[in-house]
Nanobody, 116 residues
Framework: QVQLVESGGGLVQPGGSLRLSCAAS????????MGWYRQAPGKQRELVAT???????GYADSVKDRFTISRDKTKNLVYLQMNSLKPEDTAVYYC??????????WGQGTQVTVSS
């Protein structure tokens, strides 16, 4: 089993920055991919960014060139650096982990609100 704990959400003005953190514990050796998703009220949950155990990254077009996903494998931490934030980035952001055997784990979510 894997446990994920997120932190770093909050209220920020348009154009501002936030860094989200996700701490993984438990059977972290089994994790193949970690990622960040977000869900705004009335909208589908969408993939924001992913990072593989080998360090490969991917991003949704809506956040490319503004967000950066990174990891610290020694500390079992994954980060999402969010720059140039827009009101449409407002959502609950969830950390997830995909393991082998194939299970998907989710953090509790952290609210990000971009508003003036």
């Amino acid at each position: 089993q894997v446990q994920l704990v997120e932190s770093g959400g909050g209220l920020v003005q348009p154009g501002g920055s936030l860094r989200l953190s996700c701490a993984a514990s438990g059977s972290t050796f089994s994790i193949n991919v970690m990622g960040w998703y977000r869900q705004a009220p009335g909208k589908q949950r969408e993939l924001v960014a992913t990072i593989t155990s080998g360090g490969g990254t991917g991003y949704a077009d809506s956040v490319k060139d503004r967000f950066t996903i990174s990891r610290d494998k020694t500390k079992n931490l994954v980060y999402l650096q969010m720059n140039s934030l827009k009101p449409e980035d407002t959502a609950v952001y969830y950390c997830n982990a995909v393991t082998m055997p194939h299970f998907v784990y989710w953090g509790q979510g952290t609210q990000v609100t971009v508003s003036s």
